[in-house]
Structures are given as structure tokens and as C-alpha cells.
């Protein structure tokens, strides 16, 4: 689903607001369009009449992320980074997109075995044999040790490094996500990690109002939300686990909109006059979101982060 998101974005027609992933598309065959028919996303793809609000907003979540993902692998190239991390790698590109870019440096993709068995396969049927410099590695975020498999891939902690965490810490339990993040923070000082989160609050929020959310598909395909970060206490989270956070917000912020939504004669990108409604929240749920938006500074929100000296 995320990179059908990916996707239908980069058949955008406005390159300012483009997603930059033009090799999602290639991955996604007949059959992994058909698991993915029952969301909006998906049906988008195969039909360019569908413009429900769900598609519209998949994309523009992705955009952000995506847009957000590859400034600060940039950076990070620039900034002295020699290792590259892709945790929860799933039909993520950047191996491929960013080839000239990583020339040099080594790249690893964090997975399943199932997932990553089946990206493999999609990958080199789609995209033709994974670059020299990338490495696969298989783990359980709920129950193996990542810096242990890393190294055993041949990944250095001496080495200043740049980890992306996408689409992911929510589905894993909290012992999970704390451990996963106490073995990133091992790395060199000044290693960089990007990730995307959630709040407690937006998944109690999620869970109450199912039909409001994303949590009544995920749910059906056995995969829920089950990790948030505590409401309010982002920064110190991550501070406890060894980072320095350098950026957080909000994904539906103003900063979000301004920085990547923003079209040049000053429309928002998934806002087109006459496109999707949004869909109506009932008093309850009104009344419900207005309480959390008090306590909890980011429904969903996204994050760099620096390893700080131990």
C-alpha cells in the first residue's frame, strides 16, 4: 500500500509536487494490485476515475514522506555518512534511485524474510540486479537483535550512518521499538535517523472510530497499529533512548503543507476545488479528536533524529 501511494503520486502532473519515487510503479504487477483492491489506493491505480479521499490523502502522506526521506539522505551523504540503513525496507527504491548517489557507501535493507524474499524477486524482475553495494538483512524487529545482525552483515558502528524507519514502528510491540532504537542509537555519534511515528492517543483515537481511520483494513489483513509514542512527550522519548531529535512534526502540520504541498500560485496539493470530500466526523468523533489534538502534539508525525555521545 505504500508504494501504491508512492505511485499514484508520481503519476502527478505537476513536478513540483511529483512524488519522487517513479520506480514504485514498476514493482507493483497484477497480482500485488490485486491485494491491495479493497483500499481506496489501490483501486486508484487501476482506475483514474477513482479520487476518493482515501487515494488522495495516501498520496499526499507519501509525498511528504517521501520528499522529507530523500532531503535527508542528502544531507546525511553530505554531512560524512558511509553506511546507509533501510529498516522495514518493504518495496522501498532508494538502493536504486539514489545508485549514484550511494556509489560507495554501504547499503542495507532491514526486512522479514517473507517480505524481503518477495521484494527480492519484484526488485530483479522489475528493476534488473540489486546494486554491488547493497546488502540484504533479515530480522524480527519483536525478537531479534538488530545491531547483531547487522554486524554479521558486515555493517561497522564506527561508522557514521544513516538509518530510515518508515511505515513501520507501529505495527511492532513497544519492547520492540525501544530495543530497535536503543540498537540504532549504538552507531557512531552523529549517525542521523529518520522515522515516522504515532501517538497512543491517535491509535485509542483510531480504535474507537474505526471506520475513521486506517486501523479497519489494517485490522482486517492482520496488521494493526499497536505502538505510539506518549502523547506530548515525543523529543523525550527519543532523548531517553540515546537521540537528539533535530526535527519533529506533525505530518498534517502547517509546516508539512507549506514545505512540500505548496504549488507555486500557493494551492495545496490534494486540496483541488471540486475534488474528494472529506469525510463528515460525527459529534462524538468531533468531540473526541478535539481532546487529543489538546494532548498530543502530532496525530502522526515524522522525525530526524541524531545519535548523541554515550
Not at 538502493?95 to 542495507?108: H, I, K, Q, W
Not at 483515537?205 to 475513521?212: I, K, V, Y
Amino acid at each position: 500500500m505504500v508504494a501504491a501511494g508512492r505511485a499514484f503520486g508520481a503519476r502527478e502532473a505537476d513536478p513540483a509536487m511529483r512524488n519522487p519515487d517513479s520506480l514504485a510503479e514498476k514493482l507493483l504487477g497484477p497480482e500485488e494490485l490485486a491485494l491491495i483492491q479493497q483500499h481506496p489506493i489501490g483501486r486508484a491505480l487501476t482506475n483514474p476515475t477513482e479520487s476518493a479521499y482515501e487515494a488522495v490523502g495516501t498520496a499526499v502522506m507519501m509525498l511528504v514522506r517521501t520528499k522529507f526521506i530523500d532531503e535527508k539522505l542528502r544531507q546525511a551523504i553530505a554531512g560524512g555518512a558511509r553506511q546507509y540503513v533501510i529498516l522495514g525496507a518493504g518495496f522501498d527504491t532508494r538502493a536504486y534511485r539514489f545508485a549514484d548517489l550511494l556509489d560507495g557507501l554501504r547499503v542495507f535493507e532491514v526486512d522479514s524474510g517473507a517480505t524481503q524474499s518477495y521484494k527480492r524477486r519484484r526488485a530483479e524482475a522489475a528493476l534488473g540486479s540489486p546494486p554491488s553495494n547493497l546488502t540484504y538483512v533479515t530480522v524480527d524487529f519483536n525478537r531479534d537483535k538488530l545491531m547483531e545482525a547487522l554486524v554479521r552483515a558486515g555493517f561497522d558502528p564506527a561508522i557514521k550512518t544513516f538509518f530510515t524507519w518508515e511505515g513501520v514502528c507501529m505495527y511492532v510491540a513497544e519492547e520492540g521499538v525501544t530495543e530497535t532504537l536503543r540498537a540504532m542509537a549504538q552507531a557512531a555519534p552523529g549517525s542521523t535517523l529518520v522515522m515516522d511515528y504515532t501517538t497512543r492517543g491517535a491509535i485509542d483515537f483510531m480504535m474507537q472510530f474505526p471506520e475513521l481511520g486506517p486501523l479497519k483494513l489494517l485490522n482486517e489483513w492482520g496488521e494493526p497499529w499497536v505502538f505510539g509514542l506518549p502523547d506530548g512527550q515525543e523529543r523525550e522519548f527519543f532523548e531517553t533512548l540515546g537521540f537528539e531529535p533535530r526535527e519533529v512534526f506533525s505530518m498534517f502540520s502547517k509546516e508539512a503543507v507549506q514545505r512540500y504541498l505548496t504549488r507555486a500560485d500557493g494551492t495545496i496539493f490534494g486540496m483541488r476545488a471540486g475534488g474528494p470530500p472529506r469525510p463528515q466526523l460525527s459529534p462524538e468523533a468531533q468531540a473526541a479528536a478535539a481532546e487529543l489534538a489538546k494532548k498530543s502534539s502530532a496525530f502522526y508525525g515524522i522525525a530526524e533524529l541524531t545519535v548523541t555521545v554515550s
